[in-house]
């Protein structure tokens, strides 16, 4: 009978939670809509039931290893407190960890309970069980409404100095460029996440040049990053060059990761990451460009790179040193790499 | 009696050699020129008559640990090869550490021969005795006539992949920008080296517009960096202006840097380095910007980090997370760090 843990995936409006053996085996998966509005005690209830329920349904198969909480923020790892998250406004200097392991006190088998940001968790889920399996170096970037980022060393999240590592999103790309929220100008989430894609096409739009972009957005009530992902599939131009821009964009982000890193691989993921196809050429083309690492390790054909990734991947450790590649790769696991992840940090290491 | 073990720099015109303990003091230190034009067998044979005669007379005073070579270029850490080195023609895919070790074998005590990048080493050098002395998690920026880099995690060298990780001078700072040596656009390297300040000091005498410029680089046979340097010290605009821009970038790529590894300290090293009055300011005006872990953690008095960052760094692992500060601050062992630096990674991790 395996032993188990539980991850949690803590968004802005849903709240996650899923026990997973210590072999990576999905055992059960809930999904709750979290009232963050009824405030942060209700949340940690909720969330304490259904770690208490789980627990206690499969500690008959197994012994339970411990609970692991992705939560969107910034955490003192050394504290276990929330100390900055813009999706849970009210939480911040909150101590989310002692008021977990208070509640599940009554729990004697709980080995810990640990507190990691979402998006190291999600890179960890990738490194345990998705699209970087057995890779023991690997970092993902998230492209969503801006650009989150986490960073696997040896097999572990690599925190830094107070848990700010992998801030890919607001590595400057245009020193003198779109002003970003968080203060500073020409950052990467300006120019390749959705929120970007968005912005492009309203000044295209504006512009009053691209008459295909402005149709959709006065007929298409959701019109955003996907909306202008299916017009550039279809060949419209205008979209097209949105994309491209994205991925030279994601492609200069990337080949400086991998000029100070040197990674084995970086995995991509987030909602617009499915859009491969349309920024993919040119994301390959500014790496093979602008990252020497890359360029002399590129696999022979990046454009399957997400392909060769599953397969180089796994046995990249028993090739010799300069035979191994960069690779470049979309995320496997979805959400549900940050469920994982988390379920993966709560495991003591062996 | 302390045991001790011997640093080699293996530069393009300078061969250095020292004996150090265990502690890191120096026992000795030998200058000899290298004399690269007689092959890469006379070189080695120099050197290991050199690590020989130390070995030898110092052996009495303790054991002898092993010898670390530090060299420009990539280097393939598991066969100790040198795969690519612009400073040592005729050096690739040449069996170095065999050789060496062939030479000394009829040294019994050697532990072990270790080939290292003269970055990392420059890097561990200051993290062991110099300017991030007790600091586990750092890098070294040094500002010559390119910009090369190391970073040290957990107190060890962080290789990456293929032991190409630090290439911080070929990072994107402007992705239209001047072009470089390594046939991409916009590195750091064409706008914070020595290099750098010499081009765009060429520029402004070229546009007509800085007659003292002109006339310094007319009258002074070694115009370089220096002389443009004593010149923004003395207050000429133009060359001052050279320095702000220098300051700009140099701040745009920290920033970089730290929000991606979220480092505890970076150490600015280099012949550039010490031009620091002229343009630190405008480094840490960009990094208050920029990067949101140094604005969150910056030192109240950034123009004096480099004082206080040998305070703090020191103190680094007893203070709380949310305390800690990201500190940058100059180099201390100068063209030393690399000596001292091989010379640690010949000692086997206790």
Not at 205 to 225: H, N, R, T, V, Y
Request: hydrophobic residues 45%; proline residues 3%; charged residues 20%.
């Amino acid at each position: 009978m395996p032993d188990f843990s539980i991850g949690v995936d803590l968004g802005g409006t849903n709240l996650r939670i899923a026990a997973v053996s210590g072999e990576g085996q999905l055992l059960e998966k809930v999904t709750l809509g979290t009232k963050v509005a009824l405030g942060r005690d209700h949340v940690i209830d909720e969330m304490c039931d259904a770690i208490q329920r789980l627990s206690e349904k499969y500690r008959a198969t197994g012994k339970f290893l411990g609970a692991g909480i992705g939560v969107p923020g910034i955490i003192d790892m050394q504290t276990g407190m929330l100390r900055k998250s813009a999706n849970l406004p009210g939480w911040a200097d909150y101590p989310v960890r002692a008021e977990i392991e208070r509640r599940l006190g009554l729990l004697k088998n709980v080995a810990r309970v640990v507190l990691e940001n979402d998006a190291n968790v999600a890179a960890l889920g990738e490194q345990w069980l998705g699209a970087a399996r057995g890779v023991l170096n690997m970092a993902v970037v998230t492209l969503g409404t801006g650009i989150g980022g986490g960073i696997v060393l040896g097999g572990k999240i690599w925190h830094g100095m107070n848990g700010m590592a992998g801030e890919f999103g607001h590595v400057t790309l245009e020193p003198e460029g779109h002003p970003c929220g968080c203060g500073n100008r020409g950052c990467a989430e300006q120019y390749a996440s959705a929120s970007a894609i968005v912005r492009m096409a309203r000044e295209s739009i504006a512009s009053g040049q691209a008459p295909s972009l402005a149709k959709a957005a006065s007929s298409d009530a959701e019109f955003g990053a996907e909306s202008i992902y299916n017009l550039a599939i279809q060949g419209d131009e205008h979209a097209r060059r949105i994309f491209r821009s994205f991925g030279r964009y994601l492609g200069i982000l990337l080949s400086d990761l991998i000029n100070v890193l040197n990674l084995d691989m970086f995995v991509i993921g987030g909602g617009v990451s499915s859009a491969w196809d349309a920024y993919a050429p040119n994301m390959f083309e500014e790496l093979r460009e602008r990252s020497l690492v890359y360029a002399a390790t590129a696999p022979t054909d990046p454009l399957r790179s997400d392909l060769l990734g599953k397969e180089e991947g796994a046995s990249a450790q028993t090739e010799s040193l300069t035979e191994r590649k960069t690779i470049i790769t979309c995320a496997l696991l979805g959400s549900d790499a940050g469920l994982f992840g988390a379920a993966r940090v709560a495991v003591p290491a062996s």
